[in-house]
């Protein structure tokens, strides 16, 4: 899970990292009445899991506490790539002498994490890693061995921090092993005109895998998509969020894959997909039919099944038990193949509810799931 602006500063200032104040709002009046607080003038601040804030227009100065409830208001309800502003923070502002940015990032591929480091942080810092690499150093970090005082000199050097970063790279790296992270990112990480080195903007992802012993984080925490998510994984279930109009529910990883693929390539794009994985009973089938019907984005539900051990009469008793629990909303199109499929296909033309169809190939499946999802 991704945390929120707000929370990752948190962190950073639990660890000793100096971040400016700042509160939170939902209500332009209480803006008004925090920006006094602050001094008067503040930065407005989107709260929204997405980077790319300041450009989108999610980052406002505001002369005075007046200015900032319009700005507030303003900020409040806008949409940044698809998400809805429920928040706002407000900052003190402090003026920059300069911008870094410093992040650590799990790499998979090499077993360890990466320090990635630029001395030219801000808002453009995609088009500097794109247009001048160099000006970016990537050290990787041995998790083992941490960043200690040494290593974060050696990122600082690489990358043309100043020598007071050292701390913050220190701090930093604790905030990522305390708290389970996956990811902690400063951009802006900055210095003063007056010299203090602060972090002006955070973002942690948070490794779900450890939920269970990060418990401070709950569902208030959570942008509507998150709380789906955690729902599904309560549930024992596989769910991603994307961002189409066909919803998708199969068995085993592999098969799911290919039925994004096959979706795609009938001109529709998977709204999200759910992998029931090899034991498909009722209980799953009417927990992920729920999980996928949730989802607002959904037009049309695709389920692929292929029967392996689990069987696909087995499967179509868990969508037809679903089909009662679940008021099925959108249309439902199903392939049925492999052990018991005759049988399973049956089961599902005895049940002949209005909006299940179903269709014998992959691909016949995936061109009407594709075509109700894009009609009209
Ligand atoms: P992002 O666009 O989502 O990454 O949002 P940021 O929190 O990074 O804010 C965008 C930009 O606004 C930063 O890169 C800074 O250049 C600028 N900014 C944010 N807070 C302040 C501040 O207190 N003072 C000044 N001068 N600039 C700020
Ligand atoms: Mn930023």
Redesign the pocket.
Known sequence: MDLF?HQARELFEEHGIVV?RAEVTDSPKQARGIARRLGGRV?V?AQVK??????AG??K?AADPAAAELTARQILGMDIKGHTVGTVML??????DS?FYVSYVLDRAAGGFLAIASAE???EIEEVAASRPDAVARIPVDPAEGVTSAKASEIAEAAGLPPQTVDVLVRLWEVLVREDALLVEV??LVRTTRGQILA??GKVTLDDNARFRQTRWGAGDMEPGDALEAAAARKGLNYVKLDGEVGIIGNGAGLVMSTLDVVAGCGARPANFLDIGGGASARIMADGLSVILSDPDVRSVLVNVFGGITACDAVADGIVQALDSVRLTKPLVVRLDGNNATRGRAVLDERAHPLVQQATTMDGAARRAARLATAG
């Open positions: 602006e400016p930065v601040k997405t980077g790319g804030r300041g450009k999610g980052v100065f900052a003190q502002p402090v003026d920059i911008e942080g801000g808002m951009n802006p002006l903007d």
